[in-house]
């Protein structure tokens, strides 16, 4: 089970939904202040003002929800697992928000740099901070089941879905199982806590994987050859590197091709 935030912040068109509705937030916000604004700009420089705000936001929030989850998947996946994390995400963008909305007024001559000015922004940083921050404690109150589909299989909470199709096999280690999976491009063995058996369980209903030996499953659609050893047979898979044991006991298991 996931919080609801959990489970926007892990999917990625639920995430950029949210960030889109982030980022029309904080333009609305900058609107409603408009009377109060208007005492210091033109209307020209107000128009600036929030279209740089709008932009600054948009870029600020890509990187953090957009850009991080794809080229550092496993890290931003640990760090939404848990709730100070969730919190610490948000706090990150909206502490980055407020320092380029500050860096861009003393650019462009809006503010003098001065303590004065530093203690002022990071005052309303902190009371613009509360909504969002109170928003996302309530919300991660909620918790929603996790729709699966049958071509996905959740490994580990930490790591999240993985493809079937990216599996190759899943074997015993004492009282783990490893699960070896490819993930952009690359070969991964995660180690979990579990037996075969269960695994097996969890597995019922994804008739791609099949039990080839009693510590072993394994991903029929990644079988490069069978070749037969002594008594009993070895698996070779595309791309990997592991044999995987195939006893007689487990043979009526796999398709004839």
Known sequence: MKSAVEQILSNSKSRALASALFILAISFVHLVFKPFQMAYYSTGDFIFVNAAYFII????????????????KTKYESIIAKRSG?????????AAIGLGFFLFKISFGFYALSLERVATGITALLGLAVIPMLFLLIMDQLIVPV???NSTILIDPKIGEVQINDVFCIYSEKNYVV?????????????????????REQLKNKRKIVQSHRAYLVNQDKILTVEKNNNSHLITLVQCPDKIPLSRSFYSNFRRT
């Open 57 to 72: 936001s948009t870029l600020i929030v890509f990187l953090f929800l957009g850009l991080f989850p794809v080229l550092y």
């Open 147 to 149: 729709k699966r589909t």
């Open 179 to 199: 699960w070896v999976y490819e993930e952009n491009g690359r070969l991964v063995r995660h180690k979990t806590r579990g037996t075969i058996k269960s695994v």
């Open 86 to 94: 969730r919190l610490s995400l948000l706090a990150l963008i909206i």
